[in-house]
């Protein structure tokens, strides 16, 4: 059995070093996945698996042969880490060569050099599901002490993916309010310059600008920049 590097609580105690403000979504499954290969024991490469509504792609993975038997299943639409995914129950395959509920995908693992593999539901957030995917170069390389630190090490993990994605989602709802309200203040100066120029009302602005928008097919934050710029241009000139 392939040992660990790093012991299970000193590889959770690290995870939840990881500052939310300094990695990004795909920094903390990455490291999720490596932390995973480094402690838990029998383990010699690890992907994670995530799936929203019926599609399913592989987040992070540690070696290339992992990530392709991870695709694998995701074009077959069957295999461990879907049904991990879906169930968020711990499936053990620990011997490919008699495998007999994916025999087509055990069989391509076993040929590919995989003898043993471990995936275990990772609820995340919202619409939002995963696994943890633990391969092995030897058959029945995960034992009891093996799956209950790899459950172990999964919960931790499934509340650091949680809280990333919600941190994720914040950041990127606050930088979508930023711009628009960027684009009201650009579409604000627009329409003032308008009325001051045609003495009309903010409707009549607002409508024009629209038009212009359409007949030169920008968007009309775009038309409001650009007249905005022209407009500072000639009061410097």
């Known amino acids: 059995m392939t040992q660990p590097t790093m012991d299970p609580a000193d590889a959770m105690a690290e995870l939840g070093r990881v500052r939310l403000d300094e990695v990004s979504l795909d920094d903390m499954l990455l490291r999720i996945a490596e932390l995973a290969k480094e402690s838990i024991p029998g383990t010699t490469e690890v992907t994670v698996t995530l799936v929203r ?41 620990p011997d490919m ?58 919960a931790y993990a499934a509340v650091a993916l949680a809280n990333a994605h919600l941190y994720e989602n914040a950041a990127t709802q606050a930088a979508q309010m930023q711009e628009a309200m960027r684009s009201r203040a650009v579409i604000e100066q627009a329409k003032g310059i308008i009325m001051g120029g045609r003495r009309c009302s903010p409707e009549e602005a607002f409508a024009l600008l629209s038009k212009i928008s359409q ?19 000639k009061t410097q000139g």
């Not at 007949?215 to 241009?233: F, I, M, P, S």
């Open 53 to 93: 509504g019926r599609v399913g792609w592989t987040g992070a993975f540690t070696g290339e042969l992992a990530r392709q038997l991870d695709e694998w299943q995701y074009e077959q639409n069957r295999g461990p880490c879907l049904d991990a995914s879906a169930s968020g129950d711990t499936i053990s395959v």
């Open 97 to 154: 060569a008699v495998e007999e509920r994916w025999p087509a995908w055990a069989e391509t693992a076993r040929a590919a050099g995989v003898r043993s593999s471990l995936s275990i539901g990772l609820p995340i957030q919202g619409s939002v599901v995963g696994a943890l995917n633990v391969y092995s170069d030897s058959a029945h390389a995960f034992d009891l002490s093996s799956i209950a630190s790899a459950q172990g090490f999964a």
């Open 215 to 233: 007949d030169t097919n920008r968007k009309v934050r775009e038309v409001a920049e650009t007249l905005v710029a022209q407009a500072a241009e």
